[in-house]
């Protein structure tokens, strides 16, 4: 089967981004400006308005589209810009009559060019059979997240300090200590509180990643109602499921919070049963679904006719802990996931899911807190990425045809 999406993201007072990313391109020129590089059109009467007063490295900067690390190292002649990023910076310089001065000497010095990444150690759960146990070595869904934003930290000269912690007074210090050496900090699901966030944003620009939002910082985050929405809507609807559980995440999860909610309400919208109960709550591993699964068992509870899994890893403990028991799936339970990490288009059967944008999800933490830092720190609006669905066998659609590569002699 295809790909379906769910349509267009609501707006209100955050910024949809299902335009390319600023790493993309974008649509700049159709507004009758310049693409800066971070997301934000450069028009003419921001290059004129410079005329208007003292031009400074930030207005070079914007419209080379460079980090003010690049200007700083051109005008002073130092590590061996690249020949691309000099003749931009040059032409900015000449564009805008820009005269540096002492200020803009010293800025490289001020710059770290390093950005903080802090991220949610997981819990350490094993399945009755350890299945699991290492587990927490690979954390698919933060390294795809990661990934994006080393990316785009690269682009502009940047380097990253990824660090991660639990939740208790230690790893907070950690976190505010980790503050004081980057420019800027990307922070997980909620590994501080939205007072700790707030207080962290009156020292350094932060962007957080699936929290609350939070006076002092932005939060970049997809739409999960839309997408949990939709994928429900094709269960009841397209398959006459009737009975329908929502096995959980983190409980303090905003994703997860918004994926249950929704989920429930498109249950009872559509008529069906919602199943629910503490013995469903998970923990975004796959050993924790596992374990959710081996205890519903031995409880001797009956299973819905649906499992919809906060996340896919935790679907894919879910499956095995099925099949191990000698349930088929879909034909005797069907599975759902949300995330579309790489191994459930590889899983036996294919997991259906709710695809969103991973690693533009990071990307688009960077871009956002690189424009933070480059402009004072001056806060932009909340950023909602779209998702979409994904139909896959082992919520009963049948099997799609991967594509095949073909080594070229």
Request: hydrophobic share 40%; charged share 20%.
């Amino acid at each position: 089967m295809g790909e379906v999406s769910p349509g267009s993201v609501p707006g209100g007072t955050r910024r949809d981004l299902g335009d390319p990313l600023p790493s993309q391109g974008g649509p700049a020129a159709a507004h009758g400006g310049a693409s800066t590089g971070y997301g934000v059109a450069l028009g003419r009467g921001d290059a004129e308005g410079a005329e208007h007063g003292t031009p400074t490295i930030y207005d070079v900067a914007r419209v080379a589209g460079v980090s003010i690390a690049s200007v700083s190292r051109v005008l002073n002649g130092r590590r061996n810009p690249l020949p691309d990023t000099r003749e931009r910076v040059e032409r900015a310089v000449a564009e805008l009559g820009f005269i540096p001065d002492g200020a803009a000497r010293a800025l490289s010095g001020r710059l770290k060019e390093v950005v903080g990444v802090v991220i949610r150690r997981p819990e350490v759960t094993v399945s009755a059979d350890g299945i699991f146990e290492d587990e927490e070595t690979s954390l698919q869904f933060t390294d795809l997240i990661t990934r994006g934003i080393e990316v785009a930290a690269q682009r502009r000269d940047f380097n990253l300090l990824v660090s991660s912690v639990g939740l208790g007074p230690a790893d907070t210090r950690r976190i505010f200590a980790l503050a004081g050496k980057s420019d800027g900090l990307i922070l997980h699901d909620r590994v501080l509180d939205p007072e700790q966030v707030h207080r962290l944003g009156q020292q350094v620009p932060v962007v957080t990643l699936a929290g609350l939002p939070t006076p002092g910082a932005v939060n970049v985050s997809s739409d999960n109602r839309a997408g949990m929405a939709e994928l429900t809507r094709h269960l009841v609807r397209d398959h006459g499921y009737r009975a329908l559980a929502y096995l959980g995440g983190h409980a303090d999860s905003p994703d997860n919070l918004a994926r249950r909610a929704a989920f429930e309400e498109q249950v009872a919208a559509d008529g069906a049963r919602f199943v629910c109960g503490l013995p469903w709550q998970g923990n975004y591993t796959a050993a924790g679904g596992a374990r959710v699964i081996e205890n519903l068992l031995a409880s001797g509870d009956s299973l819905p006719q649906v499992i919809a899994c906060a996340n896919d890893q935790t679907a894919l403990g879910v499956i095995y802990a099925l099949v191990r028991h000698g349930i088929d799936v879909p034909g005797g339970v069907a599975v759902t996931g949300f995330d579309d990490i790489p191994v459930a288009r590889h899983l036996h059967p294919q997991l259906p899911t709710v695809r969103q944008p991973i690693t533009d999800l990071g990307a688009t933490a960077f871009e956002t807190l690189y424009a933070m830092i480059t402009d004072a720190g001056q806060l932009r609006n909340d950023v909602t990425l779209p998702t979409r669905l994904v139909r896959r066998e082992s919520c009963g659609c049948p099997p799609t045809t991967m594509p095949r590569t073909v080594r070229q002699p």
